[in-house]
Every structure is written in structure tokens, then in C-alpha cells.
């Protein structure tokens, strides 16, 4: 499935990515797989994470999917036991499953909305930190890489848990990277900017009811972006492929913008 004349940059690595039946996961798995790794496509999605891992499988590459809620540890402890099972090993685990807040006021998101939030983006971590990171010690090191967003350095009004949680997922992944260290296990962060995902797509439901006032807000998203648009989900399998492999074998703990200059 290499795509280039080069030795691929994963061969002969296992990688778990969460979230990966669309968006940002899906992208990262199929580049992954495109450089040499065997994939496992998780998600709480069944049917979504089975035609990821189907067209990299139709692609020539290596994967099986796995449905997984990265919110219950007994869950995550699965995803771990099956990877090792099919695989023999994990060096690679991308913890990309996340959901957004809808747009609003502060005073109007439930506490049940920031349970779930909080659980799917901060306390998967956790789960990561007791189910994976044990199985990579145990075979000589490997990487964490969570996803965070460009709104845990550069908050937007309106979403005020999720930029939250996220500034969460940047101060986990520095003291997960100080914590594994000695374990030879690697921890780093991306932080996109707003991108073409259904992500992206289920905030924007908040702020609007129609697709002329959809599309009007995204042209303002992309306004506030020095190059100009949003992320692409190529952008992040792009970054996630870098500090995945042996070329950033010095990088730990580090948050890295994806996103085009809006942090700055």
C-alpha cells in the first residue's frame, strides 16, 4: 500500500487509532496503513470502523476493526487484549475519539453535557494511561498521541468546556510524556484548527439552523486562519505520521499546531 519508493516509515508497527471511522481518525489510519503498519480502526461506530478497515484492507494494506468506547475503561482494556491478540504486539496508539460542545453561552451547557465531555476527551486518557501504556512497556516503548485543538492555546467564546477539556488533553499529554519517559513510551499532542469533519459539522448545528448561515460561519472560521482555510484531515495524518515515527524518536511531550497559523 506505500505509496512512495521509499522504505515505508511504519513497517512493521501496530497501530491502534480511536475515532477512526471518520474525520481525523480515519485519515491517520490510512496513512498509517499506506506506511508499512498494521491498523486496528476502532471506533464506537461498528459499521463505520468496518468500511475504514475494509478500504485499507481493499487498498493492500493491514487492518481489522474494533468498536470500542473509549469513555469505559473495561472497554479500552478490550480494545488492548484484542490488538495484542491479532497483532502480537503495540507500538502506536492515537487517541483521536472526541466529541465537541454545541455553541452557546456557559451558563447554558448541562452538566450532563460536560460529564460526556469530559469523558470522552479527558478521562479516555486515563483509561489509555492503564490499558495501552502497560502493553508498551512491556514490548520496549512506543507512542501516545492525543488529539487536542488549536481552542486549548487560543480559546473560542462559545465553546467553553470543550476549549476546557482540551487544554486538558495538552497538560495530560506533558505529564504522560514525563510519567512513560522512563518506559521509552513517547507522548505528543496535535492541536488542529476547525476542519472538514462531522466533528466540525455537529457544532456548527449549534450556531445554525440553515446551510446559508452554515456556510456563512465557516467562511468566518476561515477568515481567522492565516492561510486561509481549514484543516484538512490530510493535514493531521500528515503530522500524526511524523511524531509517529522513528524521525521524531527525540520528540515527547509536545502540543503541535495544525493550524495554519491561528495561534500564533
Known amino acids: 500500500m506505500n505509496s512512495n ?3 515505508p516509515r511504519l513497517a512493521g508497527k501496530v497501530a491502534i487509532v480511536t475515532g477512526a ?3 481525523f481518525g480515519a485519515a491517520i489510519a490510512l496513512r498509517f496503513a499506506r506506511e508499512g503498519a498494521a491498523v486496528v480502526v476502532a471506533d464506537i461506530d461498528p459499521a463505520a470502523g468496518d468500511r475504514v478497515a475494509a478500504g485499507i484492507v481493499g487498498a493492500g494494506g493491514q487492518a481489522v476493526a474494533c468498536a470500542v468506547d473509549v469513555a469505559q475503561g473495561a472497554s479500552v482494556e478490550r480494545l488492548a487484549g484484542f490488538t495484542t491478540q491479532t497483532f502480537g504486539r503495540l507500538d502506536i496508539c492515537v487517541n483521536n475519539a472526541g466529541i465537541a460542545q454545541r455553541y452557546g453561552p456557559i451558563l447554558d451547557v448541562a452538566e450532563a453535557e460536560f460529564d460526556r465531555l469530559m469523558a470522552i476527551n479527558v478521562k479516555s486518557l486515563f483509561w489509555c494511561v492503564h490499558a495501552i501504556a502497560p502493553v508498551m512497556a512491556a514490548g520496549g516503548g512506543g507512542v501516545i498521541l492525543n488529539t487536542s485543538s488549536a481552542s486549548a492555546l487560543r480559546p473560542r467564546p462559545g465553546s467553553a468546556w470543550y476549549n476546557t477539556s482540551k487544554a486538558a488533553v495538552n497538560g495530560a499529554t506533558k505529564s504522560m510524556a514525563l510519567d512513560l519517559a522512563p518506559h521509552r513510551i513517547r507522548v505528543c499532542a496535535l492541536c488542529p484548527v476547525a476542519a472538514d469533519t462531522p466533528l466540525f ?6 450556531l445554525a439552523s440553515t446551510e446559508a448561515e452554515r456556510a456563512r460561519l465557516r467562511a468566518q472560521f476561515e477568515a481567522g486562519v492565516p492561510l486561509g482555510r481549514l484543516c484538512l484531515p490530510e493535514d493531521m495524518a500528515n503530522a500524526a505520521l511524523f511524531l509517529a515515527s522513528d524521525e521524531a524518536a527525540f520528540l515527547t511531550g509536545v502540543c503541535l499546531e495544525v493550524d495554519g497559523g491561528r495561534t500564533i
Open 5 to 7: 519508493s521509499q522504505s
Open 21 to 23: 471511522g471518520s474525520g
Open 201 to 206: 459539522a455537529e457544532a456548527l448545528s449549534g
